[in-house]
């Protein structure tokens, strides 16, 4: 007896995991367009039948739908849900399992949980809602790597969580939904490596970029212990280049970073994202990162 075959969408991107691999100063949408080719599939990969690795005691992140414990219409799964050296490409598949018609979205992040908090790997972007239709029973398939993600030459070890957001047809913004599929990396290491070149330093300070007309973002090493300092984590400073560009830089004989862009107003508000514990911000917060404890903040020029 033939099986039963449902329609599905399959969506692929040049780059890979979120078809954003931009390594510029400015936030900006998804440039990537997926390829949509409709085709079919026996009914018996239906999400019901899937079961996850991931017990319901998993953590999830803040308002979102879980696979690996929620029954909702709307589901991400990730295949495999372990990733290594030797395995590092899978399939996040968003599969529509009631009768409602969502619209898939560019609202897509991995995030990174550290044990206290998940922290978004991604940097922002502007949202798109205009996109894939996703009809009942249909299902969105796109590449999941942990190499080149989010401009991140590969993923961390540690516990991840891909999250999409998507529109129930017709229902405005009360209809929207955000799911995740949780998914594990495990025998690597990330350290975040400034790309820019474009450096002038004068004795321990390091000035990035010439317009010094620009609003500056300021790194500047403290003599406070690491233990003071509130730790980041490695992808979400990789992934926002204010951040890579000047962090990383501190130690040895640099004391300071001084990094002229238009958006470092951003650079206080990436910081936070990118702490993986949460602590109360201010002009005296310490951070930490590769054990040298630092402070920053935001002048309108140079100073």
Not at 4 to 14: D, K, L, P, S
Request: negative net charge; proline residues 6%.
């Amino acid at each position: 007896m033939e099986l039963e075959r449902r329609e599905f969408i399959a969506v692929t991107t040049g780059v890979g995991f979120a078809g954003c691999s931009r390594t510029d100063f400015t936030e900006a949408p998804d440039e990537e367009t997926p390829t949509v080719t409709p085709a079919a599939v026996p009914d018996e990969g239906a999400a019901s039948d899937i079961e996850s690795r991931f017990g319901p005691d998993a953590p999830c992140p803040t308002d979102t739908s879980c696979f690996h414990n929620d029954s909702s219409e709307l589901v991400l799964v990730v295949d495999p849900e372990r990733f290594d050296t030797d395995s590092r490409v899978g399939v996040s598949t968003l599969r529509n399992r009631g009768s409602n018609t969502w619209d898939f979205v560019s609202d897509y992040h991995i995030h990174k949980h550290t044990g206290d908090r998940w922290v978004r790997v991604s940097r922002p972007r502007v949202l798109d809602r205009g996109g894939i239709r996703v009809p009942p029973g249909s299902e969105i398939r796109r590449e999941l790597t942990i190499q080149d993600v989010f401009g991140i030459e590969l993923l961390g070890k540690g516990l991840y969580a891909c999250t999409q957001a998507a529109y129930r047809v017709g229902a405005g913004d009360e209809g929207t939904d955000r799911v995740a599929g949780l998914f594990e990396v495990e025998g690597t290491s990330y350290t975040p490596t400034p790309t820019r070149g474009d450096t002038v330093r004068e004795n321990g300070t390091v000035h990035i970029g010439e317009n010094r007309s620009e609003p500056v973002f300021v790194v500047e090493r403290s003599s406070k212990t690491e233990r003071e300092g509130v730790p980041l984590v490695p992808e979400a400073v990789g992934s926002r280049p204010v951040l890579r560009e000047s962090v990383p830089r501190l130690g040895g004989a640099t004391d300071e970073v001084r990094t002229y862009i238009t958006d470092a107003t951003r650079g206080m508000e990436y910081l936070q994202e990118a702490m993986a514990r949460p602590a109360v911000v201010d002009a005296d917060t310490v951070f930490e990162f590769d054990g040298i404890g630092f402070t920053a903040e935001v002048r309108s020029s140079e100073e």
